[in-house]
């Protein structure tokens, strides 16, 4: 098994976006999409293998509002094993 196996790229991304607020309570971005320009069907057809959206997911993601986009993540990070929404790594204090 190699390491994108067990930290698919989908996981930096998403650790990437909640470090900079996007997936917080409060947060007035929109909901950023987990393309990661890896664009290809798994072998079943069931997912993306880059950002394991569904083709249902994907057609959907440009109408839909930040709650439904943050559906989407959800579901896409069960499907890829990884926590969600992830917990932002604490930045070292500033001096």
């Known amino acids: 098994m190699d390491d994108t196996t067990i930290h698919p790229p989908i996981t930096a991304r998403a650790q990437l976006l909640a470090e900079a607020g996007y997936f917080a309570p409060d947060s007035d971005e929109a909901v ?16 993306c293998e880059g950002c ?3 083709v ?6 440009a109408g839909a509002d930040s709650a439904e986009r943050l559906g989407i993540w959800h579901q896409l990070a069960q499907r890829a094993g990884i926590a969600f929404p992830p917990t932002a790594t604490p930045q070292p204090a500033q001096p």
């Open 56 to 61: 249902a997911e994907i057609r959907a993601w």
């Open 32 to 47: 950023p999409s987990p393309c990661i320009s890896v664009c290809r069907m798994s072998a079943d057809q069931s997912h």
């Open 52 to 54: 394991f959206r569904t």
